[in-house]
């Protein structure tokens, strides 16, 4: 669906095995997101967004990081999904993003998509990475789907088979981002749980519902991993609006 101009392949990466999707137009566009829509405008905010994380990462050989908010409402899926897409369609790497929310896994229904397994089969059960990844036709991108789960989120993510399995994905490919897309942080203990498997993180807070008491407080959880920035969202302009943090200054 989505092809991007640039002439580099990332000839490494073979999908065989991947469960390939089409995705629909017009879920996109219900869900918001515009990285998946040709010539929209609104994506060129999302572009400024890739072309500032990226230069962090690969400052600091950095390949994961993880997209969470403060509070549950703030949109963090949306900003995960089209950050994903940006990356993607840049070329000179594939993304894989995960959905890391086992209270509410959404990033497959922002993209309209449906799936037979999810990080969940593969930590509750014996299904392989490979069968539960899903390819959309979108190039360089790949995902790992979510879905509810009666056990503890907690206990989830901090087994031996959530370690195993991040490590799988961030060795497989030299060239490719993974974005985790985690719970927010006031939600329970598991975004805190997930810090020391990643990178970075990107907070997404609420323009007019987080306080600075809550900003605060997200800050102090996030002292322990490489903060690579604050997404406003909700904006009285309704389109997101970056912050990014160097040596605790914003500029």
């Not at 990462?57 to 703030?74: D, K, M, Q, V, Y």
């Not at 799936?115 to 899903?134: I, M, T």
């Not at 805190?192 to 997200?218: C, R, W």
């Amino acid at each position: 669906m989505i092809n991007s101009a640039d002439a580099y392949s990332l000839d490494s990466i073979r999908y065989t095995k991947t469960h390939t999707v089409a995705i629909d137009p017009d879920a996109l566009l219900d869900n918001r997101v515009v990285m998946g829509l040709h010539n929209d405008p609104r994506a060129d905010i999302f572009r400024v967004l890739r072309t500032n994380v990226l230069r962090q990462l690969r400052e600091n050989n950095w390949n994961s990081f993880a997209i969470t908010s403060a509070t549950p409402g703030a949109g963090k899926t949306f900003i995960s999904v089209n950050l994903a897409i940006a990356m993607a369609i840049e070329g000179n790497q594939s993304v894989l993003i995960v959905d890391a929310d086992l209270r509410r896994p959404s990033v497959g229904q922002y993209l309209g998509i449906e799936w037979d397994f999810g990080l969940v089969d593969c930590l509750e059960g014996n299904v392989p990475l490979a069968d539960a990844l899903v390819k959309p036709d979108i190039e360089r991108l790949v995902i790992l789907p979510g879905k509810d789960s009666d056990s503890s989120a907690s206990e989830l993510i901090s087994s031996r088979k959530m370690v195993n399995l991040i490590q799988e994905i961030k060795s497989r490919y030299e060239d490719r981002i993974i974005i985790f897309d985690i719970p927010p942080l006031f939600a329970g203990d598991e975004a805190l749980l997930f810090m020391p498997y990643i990178d970075a993180a990107l907070l997404v807070v609420e323009d007019g519902k987080n306080t600075s008491d809550q900003l605060q407080h997200a800050m102090y959880i996030l002292e322990q991993t490489n903060l690579l920035g604050l997404v406003v969202n909700k904006s009285r302009q309704s389109l997101p609006v970056y912050q990014y943090e160097y040596s605790g200054e914003a500029v």
